[in-house]
């Protein structure tokens, strides 16, 4: 069995889980998501707490029963306590400001960068070179960030761009100049 997919998920007080076939419906404080699954796997809630088992040992059950799992504590997570990405952004004259539902920012182009919220995510400028992304959905708070940090990555020489806070770029070394040992 996987270990992942054995385990129970426990349903926090607030949140409300419903089963139809293969599509799952978790409500709770934060909002609602729905997600259709594998018809192969078999999720039911007992008491509460929602357990997911597979037919049969072939390998492509194997592997959807740990994944099934594993997106639907995401989904309780979620809606419970959400989640969030942070992006620092680093270099001379970068900066980044929140302008009604835009993210604008300014990353050394000859342009503002504008990127409108999409639904279920909401973004936050702390200061002129933080950004957090927050949402209920793992998947899209994750995908929208990665789609912020694309518009500058990190560069290696002076380690300029937009970046996850945490995120260790490393560092190369520059061109040799004239004087250079031959």
């Known amino acids: 069995m ?71 504590q995401n989904m309780v997570t979620g809606v419970t306590e959400g989640y969030q990405k942070q992006l620092e952004v680093k270099g001379v004259g970068y900066r980044v400001q929140k302008k009604g539902k835009e993210l604008v920012m300014n990353l050394g182009y000859s342009h503002q960068v504008i990127m409108p919220e999409i639904d279920g995510i909401t973004i936050e400028c702390p200061s002129a070179n933080q950004i957090t992304v927050h949402g209920i959905d793992k998947q899209k708070v994750g995908q929208f960030a990665a789609e912020i940090r694309e518009k500058r990555l990190p560069e290696p020489y002076k380690g300029k761009g937009i970046r996850y806070v945490g995120e260790y770029v490393r560092h190369k070394e520059g061109k040799a100049g004239k004087g250079a040992k031959k």
Do not use: Y
């Not at 729905?34 to 037919?55: D, Y």
């Open 2 to 72: 996987s270990r992942i997919g054995r385990k129970p998920i426990n349903i926090p007080a607030g949140v409300d889980v419903k089963v139809d076939g293969s599509v799952v419906t978790v409500k709770g404080p934060k909002g609602s998501l729905t997600k259709e699954f594998h018809p192969n796997m078999h999720i039911a809630v007992e008491g509460n707490e929602i357990l997911v088992t597979r037919p049969d040992d072939t390998k492509q059950n194997k592997s959807l029963h740990g994944l099934t799992r594993s997106l639907i």
